[in-house]
């Protein structure tokens, strides 16, 4: 089992910034690939970014491309998310989530792919 638990979500002017944290307990979080993804009201959940246990390879979604790059700390049992150029549609509740096995790009993509989900955070962004 792993526990995650996100924060740093908030209220933000666009054009700002924010970092959202996801810290993990449990079984050996470096041994995880972590996911961030995000639900905004009435829309599905859609994929944010990927990174794996490694820390080596990372993808991110076609609507935040270049603007959160994902991070992680193995020290920590924690990944980041470094939300910059914040929009008015980037509002959502953003979720980390984990797994152990690491498949095609468009598999990481899925929610359906990761077995452990954190909470989420709210993160809004004023026009």
């Known amino acids: 089992q792993v526990q995650l638990v996100e924060s740093g979500g908030g209220l933000v002017q666009t054009g700002g910034s924010l970092r959202l944290s996801c810290a993990a307990s449990?079984?050996?979080?470096?041994?995880?690939?972590m996911g961030w993804f995000r639900q905004a009201p009435g829309k599905e959940r859609e994929f944010v970014a990927v990174?794996?246990?490694?820390?080596?390879?990372?993808y991110d979604g076609d609507s935040v491309k270049g603007r959160f790059p994902i991070s992680t700390d193995n020290a920590k049992n924690t990944v980041y998310l470094q939300m910059t150029s914040l929009k008015p549609e980037d509002t959502a509740v953003y979720y980390c989530?984990?797994?152990?096995?690491?498949?095609?790009?468009?598999?990481?993509?899925?929610?359906?792919?990761?077995?452990?989900w954190g909470q989420g955070t709210q993160v809004t962004v004023s026009s």
């Open positions: 449990g079984r050996t979080f470096s041994r995880y690939h």
């Open positions: 989530a984990a797994d152990p096995v690491w498949g095609t790009i468009q598999a990481m993509g899925v929610p359906q792919w990761y077995d452990y």
């Open positions: 990174i794996t246990w490694s820390g080596g390879t990372t």
